[in-house]
């Protein structure tokens, strides 16, 4: 009761979300529960999460990414697919950022499900964009094989692993994989296609076929340890470096031969941090419960910002339209960063919209990394603003997100729909990151809006039909749509399918995003080339 009195409703109704975000992440980190933990530990094994935490330099934080991918998929004969069952993150070896890939065995032996591979592909591509070393803790069943369809023949499929091996080696990535289990089939080159392979007698396989295949192709009947155990590929094929005795053996292993990186180094200047001016708590009293109603995003800045400094551009320009959209400069942790964020009811109108392209053109000639705080349903619609130019001036905004080449970081802190989605940097505009909030709701149009649209065009044709709707019908009708859309909108549904990379809690955005940023600028910021505005 008296919680209740203290804290806000805000803060009370996003505590509970973010309750509920505890709970279906805990599904992820224990598939199968103490059992499958006990069955791992019979094999020798440990869950990958503590191999990960043993990995990774002591007191450091591992940045899981997509920890609720997978679930409500229904794919064929399998409903959730916990985290997609592979884990992937962000981690420091030696001091320095490095993109950790581990296939989680208790997930239908760690095979590849659509969502598995998307997972696994995003962490490489996270990887390359921000050049990271990858290793790879391999312990995989391969293709999920009633889903070989999905998973195994096309561009962005099961090969892509490979190619973007291949290709990061090249570019001086390391790859390194610990073997940790059966890598069957296409599954085998995670070992053989690695910079180094580490291997652990009794416990790693590699083949491009199994036993029970060798003995139908050729009738060669050989245990998989003779087949393609450690020792096979360690002493005889030469196909992986070094052998261990067991699990911490390789982890260790897998520190040694990363010691002799070279150090990562920022390419911008990092200023002396400060902490922020307001406690992370009070993020939660400035969000709104209703995702359709209005917020302050100005006291959301100064709470992640260093000492609360939030240098706004244009604050005064064409307020009550202008400002729906608040620019700006700010620091985190030391690095400075260019913000364009959402304000009030986030409608995107033509002032709003020349002001960001601005500000966007300013800081990639400045080589300053951007924010975009997404809140926003979209440009604003209606003769005024059609003949006052916004499909112009948003398709310029557009053009500019996506032809900067500075890091870009998205944050959803709302609705994200229609074309708002792109001005401020959705996923197919290469974000270097995309997080999201238990406030964010992407989707192509609200609920409310698609259910109107869908209902018109529902009852032309049943008016066409000759069997007009009836009030009742139409009322469902509507009901319905929002129901569908809003669902889909959700951070569980979104998160599942990997539409961002993480469900942030109000509190950890903060660190999170510096830990973003920072990643994204241990890479060379390149020049922009905008090619033709209209202006
Ligand atoms: N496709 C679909 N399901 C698979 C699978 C695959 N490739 N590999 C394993 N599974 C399923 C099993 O049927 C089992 O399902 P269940 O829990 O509903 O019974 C579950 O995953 C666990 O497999 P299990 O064999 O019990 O685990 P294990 O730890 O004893 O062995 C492997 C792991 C990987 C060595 C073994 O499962 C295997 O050899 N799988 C086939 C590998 C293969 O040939 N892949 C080729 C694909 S390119």
Same mark, same amino acid.
């Given at each position: ?7 806000s ?7 509970? =979300? ?7 992440v805990?599904?992820?980190v ?11 530990a019979?094999?020798?094994?440990q869950p990958v999460?503590?191999l990960?935490?043993k ?16 679930f ?5 004969g399998?409903?959730?697919v916990?985290?997609?069952g592979i884990v992937?993150?962000?981690g ?5 950022w490095?993109?950790i ?9 760690g095979?590849?499900?659509p969502?598995?591979?998307?997972k696994?592909?995003?962490a ?13 803790i391999?312990?995989?069943?391969g293709?999920y ?6 998973v195994?023949? %096309?561009d962005?499929?099961?090969?892509? &692993?490979?190619?973007?091996m ?7 990535l390391?790859?390194?994989?610990l ?6 089939a296409?599954?085998a ?11 652990? %007698? ?12 060798v003995r #139908? ?7 998989a $340890?003779d087949?393609?155990g450690?020792?096979v590929?360690? =002493? ?5 470096d070094?052998?261990?005795?067991? =699990? %911490?053996?390789?982890? @260790?292993?897998?520190? @040694?031969?990363?010691? &002799? ?13 400060e902490?922020?001016? $307001?406690p992370?708590?009070?993020i939660? $009293? ?7 109603r209005?917020?302050q995003?100005?006291?959301?800045l ?5 000492a609360?400094h939030?240098?706004?551009y244009k604050?005064?320009? #064409?307020?009550?339209?202008g400002?729906?959209i /608040? ?9 400075? /960063? ?16 020349k ?6 053109v300013?800081?990639?000639? $400045? ?12 440009y &604003? ?5 059609e003949?006052?130019?916004?499909g ?5 905004m557009?053009?500019?997100v996506?032809c900067?080449?500075?890091p870009?970081?998205?944050? /959803?802190?709302?609705?994200?729909n ?8 959705g ?9 999201s909030?238990?406030?964010?709701h ?10 109107e649209v869908?209902l ?5 044709k ?6 007009p ?6 009322r469902?009708?509507? @009901?319905?749509m929002?129901?569908?859309y809003d669902?889909e909108?959700?951070?569980?549904f979104?998160g599942a399918?990997?539409l961002? %990379?993480?469900v942030?809690k109000?509190?950890?955005i903060?660190d999170?995003?510096a830990?973003a ?5 241990l890479k060379?910021?390149s ?6 505005f209209?202006?």
């Amino acid at each position: 009761m008296g919680d209740r009195s203290e804290k806000s409703e805000n803060r009370i109704f996003w505590e509970e =979300q973010e309750r509920l975000l505890d709970e279906l992440v805990n599904e992820a980190v224990m598939p199968g529960g103490e059992g499958a933990v006990e069955r791992l530990a019979a094999q020798g094994k440990q869950p990958v999460r503590e191999l990960i935490g043993k990995l990774t330099d002591p007191r450091t934080q591992f940045y899981e990414l997509s920890r609720i991918a997978g679930f409500g998929m229904n794919y064929p004969g399998v409903k959730d697919v916990p985290g997609g069952g592979i884990v992937t993150g962000i981690g420091k070896i030696h001091g320095s950022w490095t993109m950790i890939i581990a296939n989680d065995s208790r997930v239908k032996a760690g095979t590849y499900f659509p969502i598995t591979l998307k997972k696994h592909l995003r962490a490489q591509a996270i990887a390359e964009q921000c050049g990271l070393n990858c290793v790879y803790i391999a312990d995989s069943g391969g293709a999920y094989l009633p889903m070989q369809a999905d998973v195994f023949p %096309d561009d962005g499929h099961f090969g892509s &692993m490979f190619y973007n091996m291949a290709r990061m080696s090249a570019q001086g990535l390391k790859q390194i994989t610990l073997g940790t289990g059966g890598n069957t089939a296409g599954g085998a080159y995670i070992v053989f296609m690695a910079c180094e392979a580490v291997m652990i %007698d009794g416990m790693s396989y590699s083949f491009l076929g199994g036993p029970p295949l060798v003995r #139908a192709a050729t009738g060669e009947a050989i245990t998989a $340890e003779d087949l393609g155990g450690a020792k096979v590929h360690t =002493q005889i094929s030469g196909g992986a470096d070094h052998l261990c005795g067991s =699990q %911490d053996e390789g982890i @260790e292993k897998v520190r @040694e031969i990363l010691s &002799m990186e070279t150090p990562q180094v920022l390419k911008v200047p990092r200023f002396p941090e400060e902490p922020p001016a $307001e406690p992370a708590e009070t993020i939660y $009293e400035l969000f709104p419960s209703s995702i359709y109603r209005g917020i302050q995003i100005r006291p959301f800045l100064r709470a992640i910002s260093d000492a609360g400094h939030f240098i706004e551009y244009k604050e005064s320009y #064409a307020v009550g339209r202008g400002d729906n959209i /608040v620019a700006g400069k700010m620091r985190i942790k030391g690095l400075t /960063v260019g913000v364009i964020a959402s304000n009030m009811l986030g409608i995107i109108f033509t002032e709003a919209a020349k002001k960001a392209t601005e500000w966007i053109v300013r800081c990639s000639n $400045e080589k300053i990394p951007l924010l975009f705080v997404q809140s926003s349903p979209g440009y &604003m619609v209606g003769s005024e603003a059609e003949h006052g130019g916004i499909g112009k001036y948003g398709a310029d905004m557009v053009r500019a997100v996506s032809c900067a080449r500075v890091p870009k970081i998205q944050l /959803v802190t709302g609705p994200d729909n229609g074309a708002a989605n792109y001005g401020m940097s959705g996923r197919a505009y290469r974000p270097h990151f995309l997080f999201s909030t238990m406030r964010g709701h992407t989707s192509v149009m609200s609920g409310k809006s698609a259910g109107e649209v869908l209902l018109a065009l529902e009852d032309k044709k049943r008016a066409d039909s000759g069997k007009p709707m009836s009030d009742e019908e139409r009322r469902a009708f509507r @009901e319905k749509m929002i129901e569908k859309y809003d669902s889909e909108a959700h951070p569980f549904f979104c998160g599942a399918r990997l539409l961002n %990379d993480r469900v942030l809690k109000f509190r950890e955005i903060r660190d999170w995003l510096a830990m973003a940023f920072e990643v994204s600028l241990l890479k060379p910021v390149s020049e922009s080339d905008f090619g033709n505005f209209r202006f």
